[in-house]
């Protein structure tokens, strides 16, 4: 089984300010991991994934991620936040042996990014 | 990449009805993923429809309620039968496509569904 915890129903941050987007992952294999962000009224968008590799991937719009394989985190970072950040944020997990599309969301974190 | 349409983008439907989900997709995939996001809630995977197969459901999830058409490697529908106000949801297309780092995931704009 596979499953995803995002801790933070909501994060607030100052423009300008650093953020961070709290992900946990568990799974039985090696994880696939994925940041999705959703703007009002609209559908997902992909932000970034980890397959392998470096633990430090960086995706679209300045986002970037660190996967820490002893913590079981993802955690989504950008070292200077936008108003335009202002969304809401899907961390998404699945184990690489999983078929393809069945991967298991966290409940989402509200990021707002007051100026 | 995938560019992913869907139609309709939203809906008022009386309860007892049921409502069709059209999902296009701008090319060739072997599985297309149908996902539920209820109002605050996260995604939940409904099924996996396979062309010229039927259709795999999720637990808590059945054909009766969910029927799934799957004509080609490019469409695939969605019906939501005999509809109570607990459907109310936004219904979400999705498509895996392999790049040279792996799946991406990619999902249409959704379909807003409120039932009365």
């Known amino acids: 089984a596979q499953s995803v915890a995002q801790p933070e129903d909501q994060v607030n941050v100052a423009e300008g300010n650093p953020l961070t987007v709290k992900c946990t992952y568990s799974v039985s294999g090696n994880p696939y991991l994925f940041w999705y962000v959703q703007y009002p009224n609209r559908g997902l968008q992909f932000l970034l994934k980890y397959i392998t590799g470096d633990n430090l991937v960086k995706g679209s719009y300045g986002f970037e991620a660190e996967f820490n394989k002893s913590q079981t985190s993802f955690h989504l970072k950008k070292p200077s936040a936008l108003v335009s950040d202002s969304a809401l944020y899907f961390c998404a997990v699945r184990d690489h042996n999983t078929n393809a599309g069945k991967s298991t969301f966290g409940d989402g974190t509200t990021l707002t990014v007051k100026p | 990449s995938a560019v992913i349409s869907q139609k309709p983008s939203r809906d008022i439907c009386q309860r007892g009805t049921s409502l069709t989900i059209q999902c296009q997709v701008d090319s060739q995939v072997t599985m297309m993923f149908w996902y539920r996001q209820q109002p605050g809630q996260s995604l939940t995977l409904i099924a996996t429809a396979n062309q010229g197969s039927e259709a795999t459901y999720e637990s808590g999830f059945v054909i009766d309620k969910f029927p799934i058409s799957r004509p080609n490697l490019t469409f695939s529908t969605l019906t939501v039968s005999n509809m109570s106000p607990e459907d109310s949801s936004i219904y979400l297309c999705?498509?895996?496509?392999?790049?040279?780092?792996?799946?991406?995931?990619?999902f249409g704009p959704g379909t807003r569904l409120t039932v009365t």
């Open positions: 999705s498509v895996d496509k392999s790049g040279t780092s792996g799946y991406e995931q990619y």
